[in-house]
C-alpha cells in the first residue's frame, strides 16, 4: 500500500486526474458543480512519487460532497484508505452526513459505496444530458454497453 500523503494536492494534479476519470472539470455533484480549486483532497502516492489514488470534497456545514475517488489499480486497497481518511477528516471538522453521485453505468462504485454504510437515496433521472451540455465528450455509452443516462445519489452519517 503506498503512503498516504495528507494535505491538498494541487489543483493542476485534481485537474489531471478528473480529465483521466471524467472528462475533466467540472464535475457535478449533488451539491454543486466544482472545478479542481474548490476541493480538498487526500493522495495515496507510490515510493516515487506518483499518484496511486485521490478523493476530492467539499464541505458544506456540516455536511460534505465527496465529489471524486479514483485509485489507478481498483481492488488493492487504495479505494478504501483514502475513503476511510476523507472520512475520519470529515468527521473531525464535525461534517455528520457525507453524500455522492455516481453515474448508473459504476455497479462497482455503487458496491463499493453500500458496503461502505452510503444509501442509494435518489436518482436524478437523465441527469448526464445537463453533463453533456457542460462536457460535450461525456459518451451515451458507458461501461459494459450500458446506456448513461442517470445519477445515482447516495448518502452516509457519519
Known sequence: MPDLVQGSAPPEEIARDWEQFTGGPPVVGVLRRYQPEDVESLALRDGEGRMAGLVT??????????????????????GTALMDAAEAALRRRGVRQAVLVTSNDNLAALRFYVRRGYRLVRV???????????????????????????????????
Do not use: C, N
Not at 445537463?130 to 448518502?155: F, I, N, Q, S, Y
Open 57 to 78: 470534497w467539499w464541505v458544506q456545514g456540516d455536511r460534505a460532497e465527496i465529489v471524486s475517488l479514483h485509485a489507478a489499480t481498483p481492488g488493492q486497497g487504495t
Open 124 to 158: 436524478h433521472l437523465d441527469a448526464m444530458d445537463a453533463v453533456r451540455a457542460l462536457k460535450p465528450a461525456v459518451p451515451l455509452t458507458g461501461r459494459d454497453g450500458a446506456p448513461l443516462r442517470d445519477l445515482w445519489e447516495l448518502w452516509k452519517d457519519l
